[in-house]
């Protein structure tokens, strides 16, 4: 199930072993509280193990015999284990007797990144809840609700720029709501609230600084640049994802597959594939070949120690921006 998923299936029934597993530190730890809230006493009935430390048949043997342990005044107890990856041939030696009889008076939060692989996720007896970051959508529907109870709220699109700024990482939005809700308790919410409350992420900012670049907007692209470099983003790391950027339109152009596979194959969303295509189609193949060559030849110059940051930086912008000695349209 989907985090999203977990509080309404709490509500049903509370099963006894649950791998959170995902990339978003919020939603691990979200759902970890509300699996621990389920315990009374939490200081007498809540215990934690590393999974690094669970090696070998006495570590195994110590962890199991900690799910058999009676809650003390409380209907269940809760044991934690963080990063938590037996192989098959380990869970089939140690966990599976025990995962398989589970004792009905304990709750057993696995929580893991998903660093490395495991078969946990497969096995019958675990309840896999998904902690990978969200879709845009998701996480713009979570700060509309979120904002709608909290008595500020905010319209859809005011809610996609929240996201869009942190980048549906749901711990800074997280943050971010509850910073625009001490702001304007009991008020709407608008998109210049946003604006001048809202920090927006250095990811984001790149992404802003390719797109000014695109159309041609060299004013907004120096803006964004400047921006960028207060943040602690320097000329190397900029002209590391503007070559990035041309590389992934070069991709997107001549890429045979379907719209799904690009994205697949470049980790973006396939509405992000589409507007890439645009983009590309504007350059044309031939300039946008050009541009690559020249801005990895920027970065290799920058890294030899034959020109500066700053100067190799300014040198692809004329590049980029100026054909001729005039700007681009």
Same mark, same amino acid.
Do not use: H
């Given at each position: ?54 090696? #070998? ?20 107890? !809760? ?83 929240? +996201? ?37 992420? +250095? ?52 890429? +045979? ?8 194959? !470049? ?12 983009? +590309? ?23 030899? #120690? ?24």
């Amino acid at each position: 199930m989907k985090y999203t998923e977990l509080k309404n299936s709490l509500k049903e029934k509370v099963r006894g072993i649950y791998l959170l597993e995902g990339d978003d530190a919020y939603f691990r730890l979200g759902g970890e509280k509300m699996l621990t809230d389920l315990v009374e006493f939490p200081e007498l009935n809540v215990t934690s193990f590393s999974g690094d430390d669970i090696k #070998g048949a006495q570590a195994f043997e110590e962890f199991t015999d900690a799910l058999k342990v009676f809650p003390f005044m409380s209907e269940k107890r !809760l044991v934690k284990v963080t990063e938590f990856y037996p192989t098959e041939t380990e869970y089939d030696k140690y966990l599976k007797e025990t995962f398989t009889a589970f004792p009905d008076t304990t709750i057993l939060v696995i929580v893991n990144t998903g660093a490395k692989k495991t078969p946990l996720s497969k096995k019958k007896e675990v309840t896999f809840v998904d902690c990978s970051k969200s879709d845009r959508d998701t996480v713009v529907k979570w700060i509309y609700l979120t904002m709608k109870r909290a008595g500020s709220p905010a319209d859809v699109t005011v809610c996609g720029q929240i +996201a869009d700024y942190c980048m549906c990482d749901m711990s800074r939005v997280s943050v971010e709501c509850d910073k625009l809700q001490a702001y304007k308790p009991g008020e709407r919410i608008t998109a210049e609230d946003v604006d001048n409350l809202v920090y927006k992420d +250095a990811e984001y900012r790149l992404y802003e600084l390719t797109n000014a670049m695109a159309a041609g907007k060299y004013t907004d692209f120096c803006q964004i640049a400047e921006d960028l470099k207060s943040k602690g983003i320097d000329e190397l790391a900029m002209s590391n994802s503007i070559s990035a950027f041309f590389r992934n339109l070069l991709t997107v152009l001549s890429y +045979a597959g379907t719209n799904t596979e690009a994205a697949s194959l !470049l980790k973006v969303k396939e509405y992000a594939v589409k507007r890439m295509k645009e983009q +590309a189609r504007s350059y044309g193949a031939p300039r946008l070949y050009e541009l690559e060559k020249y801005s990895y030849g920027c970065i290799a110059d920058i890294k030899s #120690g034959e020109v500066s940051p700053k100067s190799a930086f300014q040198n692809l912008c004329n590049r980029i921006f100026f054909v001729d000695g005039k700007a681009r349209a």
